[in-house]
């Protein structure tokens, strides 16, 4: 299995700007989840999913990100419009739910606002 | 919600020395506390975990133990060796959910050959 896999890995735009981050769960698993990662904050939960379906979003911080699973194999976060302070590390995870609660982490996306 | 205390932020260890890294918890109801590893640059990646029916857990050099008690546990790492070098997370679910994880700030732990 290839992992879970994220697109762009780097990100880089102008304030303002719309920016969309791609993520392809393992296949099978049902759980998928958006962190974002900074020095300041350490390593945050945004978002996560069952079975497609949005289950917590607490952690999502404002109404300019947004979050979508259409499908089993397919997840987009989206910022709109992205600032400076959104710059960050955004991990995607998924799980295989069950009695295994081990989160597989992908590689990242790296997103600077300028 | 719940809030994970990590410490230290950074520990530093001679090859073949033991390395031991604390976090507490606030929500009582937490029940499922995994650790994970992220080399520089790289993914976390989950290195054991525990359950709060368990006290302690081993695989080979790394441990872990749980007091629900006092809302706190360690990772142990024996015998360190220099791959070990990284950052370690701590973490705790909460919110009824074993999958809804807050994370500890991380430490970073150096091992020196």
């Known amino acids: 299995d290839a992992g879970v896999i994220q697109s762009p890995r780097h990100e880089v735009t102008e304030m303002g700007q719309e920016v969309t981050l791609r993520c392809k769960p393992i296949?099978?698993?049902?759980?998928l989840f958006w962190y974002r990662q900074t020095m300041m904050r350490g390593l945050e939960l945004l978002i996560y999913?069952?079975?497609?379906?949005?289950?917590?979003d607490s952690g999502m911080p404002e109404d300019r990100f947004s979050a979508k699973m259409p499908n089993a194999s397919f997840s987009t976060l989206k910022i709109q419009p992205s600032e400076p302070r959104d710059s960050a590390v955004y991990f995607c995870?998924?799980?295989?739910?069950?009695?295994?609660?081990?989160?597989?982490f992908g590689p990242g996306t790296r997103l600077t606002v300028l | 919600g719940e809030n994970v205390e990590q410490h230290p932020s950074t520990l530093s260890v001679q090859e073949g020395d033991s390395a031991v890294i604390k976090c507490t918890y606030s929500?009582?109801?937490?029940?499922?506390f995994p650790w994970y590893k992220q080399e520089l640059g790289k993914r976390p990646q989950l290195i054991i975990d525990?359950?709060?029916?368990?006290g302690e857990k081993k695989d080979q050099r790394i441990a872990v133990t749980l007091n629900k008690t006092a809302k706190h546990f360690s990772l142990h790492i024996t015998e360190t060796q220099p791959e070990d070098s990284a950052v370690y997370f701590c973490?705790?679910?909460?919110?009824?959910?074993?999958?809804?994880?807050?994370f500890g700030k991380g430490t970073l732990l150096t091992v020196n050959p």
């Open positions: 525990i359950r709060s029916n368990v």
């Open positions: 973490a705790a679910n909460s919110g009824g959910s074993n999958y809804k994880l807050t």
């Open positions: 929500d009582s109801a937490s029940n499922y």
């Open positions: 995870a998924s799980s295989f739910g069950g009695y295994s609660d081990t989160q597989y």
């Open positions: 296949s099978g698993h049902d759980y």
């Open positions: 999913f069952n079975n497609n379906v949005p289950i917590d």
